[in-house]
């Protein structure tokens, strides 16, 4: 049943403009001239190599958002935090015109952003997995009781 929400276009991009930096980077690297009027040393090459991993590490580290739905709970991965959550901690699904990402509302009061849907590049695929996740939401949280909602409120009288 996991279901997994991940920017597949964002990821392809990112991915791909990481691995053509890090060629270019390399090719610097090699070609630049050894002699001449301004020779590139050894710690010259070595340091454009590095640029070129660093800014592939980067964009990895950028595409690596997503979420995972599982019977469990959410497992919510951004760029550097991971966090997981029951379902009964998610009580409502946001994404708003504008947004970058979806926002999850929290039993605590907080908010969660959830990087791994977009609307970004992929617009119409964001809106399908807010929604998905919307209903995933519903079925299988265990909303606690709020007030104003219905339940057991004592009521005039």
Do not use: C, Y
């Amino acid at each position: 049943m996991p279901v997994t929400f991940r920017p597949l276009l964002t990821r392809v991009v990112l991915l791909t403009v990481g691995i053509l930096l890090l060629g270019t980077f390399l090719v610097l690297a090699v070609l630049m001239p050894e002699e001449g009027a301004s020779p590139w040393s050894t710690g010259d090459r070595v340091g454009v190599a590095v640029l070129g991993v660093l800014a592939l590490a980067v964009l990895v580290l950028l595409s690596r958002p997503k979420a995972v739905a599982d019977r469990g709970g959410l497992t919510v991965v951004n760029v550097v935090v991971r966090r997981r959550l029951a379902w009964a901690e998610v009580l409502g699904v946001r994404l708003r015109p504008g947004d970058a990402w979806v926002h999850l509302d929290l039993a605590d009061g907080t908010t969660l952003a959830v990087m791994g849907i977009q609307p970004g590049i992929a617009r119409r695929q964001a809106l399908h997995d807010a929604r998905l996740l919307r209903e995933l939401v519903t079925a299988l949280g265990e909303a606690p009781e709020r007030p104003g909602r219905g339940g057991d409120q004592a009521g005039p009288g």
